[in-house]
């Protein structure tokens, strides 16, 4: 019973360089959300996919793109990585309608 | 724009202690309002929600208080423990909008022994 995973757990990037953050979720959820968290920024929505085929810009979209691969797997794309990138990203999945977010462990980015 | 706010950002609790942490929103289509407990190296996990049809939730030593004509809703951690130490983060949304949270800052609490 797996719930949200996340891969790469910890990424380095130089300034520049592309990457894919993973997310699969096994609970059977319809919703899937990216967040990036910063000290004292909170939890700030990149994108989320209210359902499959479906995806839309949250809080903070800029510099990221995503794709909803099929039911259990939402990506997460940084085509030129910038330092203002480096955070700690979550991936989160949820019911449709208003139910508890279950959230990934994270990925730890940093960029230099 | 931040239409959650989250205070303090840090908290110091003695064991046996009451901690408060308090969030004020904006919006007031706002209709469920969660709490979240993250513990370091974790993901954040819901740990009690509310809806505006009623003041106040208890589980267990876990409280959360509703003020709808304030727009402020509080978490109270009744007889605090070490094991309390995490970071918390209050969170509304509006079900009609699907089910996407607006995030506070998060409070960092630390109960010492």
């Known amino acids: 019973n797996a719930g949200v995973t996340q891969t790469p757990k910890f990424q380095v990037l130089k300034t520049g360089q592309s990457m894919t953050l993973q997310c699969a979720q096994d609970?059977?959820?319809?919703?899937m959300y990216w967040y990036r968290q910063d000290p004292g920024m909170g939890l700030r929505l990149i994108y989320y996919?209210?359902?499959?085929?479906?995806?839309d810009k949250g809080e903070v979209p800029n510099g990221y793109n995503v794709s909803r691969l099929n039911k259990r797997e939402f990506s997460l794309r940084l085509e030129s990585a910038a330092p203002s990138q480096t955070s700690v990203y979550f991936c989160a999945s949820s019911r449709t309608g208003t139910n508890g977010y279950t959230f990934g462990s994270g990925t730890r980015l940093t960029v230099v | 724009q931040q239409q959650v706010k989250q205070s303090p950002q840090s908290l110091i609790v003695q064991k046996g202690g009451i901690s408060i942490i308090n969030c004020a929103y904006e919006n007031t289509a706002f209709d469920y309002f969660p709490w979240y407990q993250q513990f370091p190296g974790k993901g954040p996990a819901l740990l009690i929600a509310?809806?505006?049809?009623?003041s106040e939730k208890k589980e267990g030593r876990f409280t959360i208080s509703f003020n709808k004509s304030a727009k402020q809703f509080s978490l109270h951690i009744m007889d605090s423990q070490p094991g309390d130490s995490a970071t918390y983060f209050c969170a509304a949304s509006k079900e009609t909008s699907g089910s996407r949270l607006t995030f506070g800052e998060g409070t960092q609490l630390t109960v010492n022994p």
């Open positions: 996919s209210a359902s499959e085929g479906t995806t």
């Open positions: 509310i809806r505006p049809d009623v």
């Open positions: 609970m059977n959820h319809n919703s």
